[in-house]
């Protein structure tokens, strides 16, 4: 996968627990990935602690981490037990002016898994942005936009 890319899935082996070490799992999951993202800070959302111990427990401390980089820090968006068959994904649109693409990508890999493309159905409001944000501004015109995208 791409090591710029703004979402990522590492496939980790945490330190288990012992008398010597007690950090908490929250802990021992950031001391894992920072030396993996390079001593980045690091946040998670309030599903991905909640879930952390069982998931670590239940993956017998090899978990899949889910995470966004959001531009200062690396936020922790879900961790799961890693699984042989386990397939991530990604979803890309473009919303372009005159065409949408959407692509499926392999998040391990990379690799583009299907591709669509579609006329943009807001052409009817004019061919460029600027048209389109003078039809916006109209009453009702904003959701006529949105119903169209």
């Known amino acids: 996968m791409n090591q710029n890319a703004l979402v990522r899935q590492l496939n980790l082996s945490v330190e288990k627990p ?3 070490d007690t950090a908490s799992d929250w802990e021992r999951l950031g001391r894992t990935l920072r030396s993996t993202l390079n001593d980045q800070p690091l946040e998670a959302t309030l599903t991905a602690l909640r879930d952390l111990g ?3 427990r239940r993956g017998e401390w090899n978990v ?6 959001t531009g200062t820090k690396w936020r922790v968006l879900a961790v799961e037990p890693v ?3 386990q397939h991530a994904f990604a979803l890309a649109i473009d919303l372009g002016t005159t065409t949408i693409v959407g692509e499926l990508l392999n998040m391990a890999t990379g690799a583009v898994v299907a591709s669509e493309l579609a006329y943009n159905a807001q052409r009817c409001f004019g061919n460029d942005v600027t048209s389109r944000m003078m039809h916006a501004e109209k009453p009702g015109g904003l959701e006529e936009l949105r119903q169209k995208a």
């Open 18 to 20: 012992s008398l010597s």
């Open 54 to 56: 069982p998931t670590l």
């Open 64 to 69: 899949a981490a889910t995470v966004a980089d």
């Open 83 to 85: 699984s042989r068959n």
